[in-house]
């Protein structure tokens, strides 16, 4: 199994960028994904999660607003588009995956990928 990050990198304050988490080794189609982050010094906070159906998404009163996320079925990919983005976004964003119900609860995840940092700086 495996759940690969990657997007993450140096952006300036306002801006753009976008994050993929692709998966292998399980049914994705079986699986809700969803994306974490922990800054440092901090508690490890749930930012958005898409169902295994596609139909049901969250989102973080933080980045609500301003984080998309979507998934394709074809690629076995999860995206988190990151839109106006703010230094308190600063942190290593983690995705998840969780079979046969859709918590969005990071005790509820089967499955973890390493990070990816994103550095948000003016």
């Known amino acids: 199994v495996q759940l690969q990050a990657s997007g993450g990198g140096l952006v300036r304050v306002g801006g753009s960028t976008r994050l993929s988490c692709v998966t292998s080794?399980?049914?994705?189609?079986?699986?809700?994904i969803g994306w974490f982050r922990q800054a440092p010094g901090k508690e490890r906070e749930r930012v958005a999660c898409?169902?295994?159906?596609?139909?049901?998404?969250f989102y973080g009163d933080s980045v609500e607003g301003r984080f998309t996320i979507s998934r394709d079925k074809l690629k076995n990919t999860v995206y988190l588009q990151m839109n106006s983005l703010k230094p308190e976004d600063t942190a290593v964003y983690y995705c998840?995956?969780?079979?046969?119900?859709?918590?969005?609860?990071?005790?509820?995840?089967?499955?973890w990928g390493k990070g990816t940092l994103v550095t948000v700086s003016s």
């Open positions: 998840a995956a969780e079979v046969g119900s859709f918590t969005c609860a990071d005790y509820n995840m089967d499955y």
């Open positions: 080794g399980f049914d994705f189609d079986y699986y809700a």
């Open positions: 898409i169902s295994s159906s596609n139909d049901w998404t």
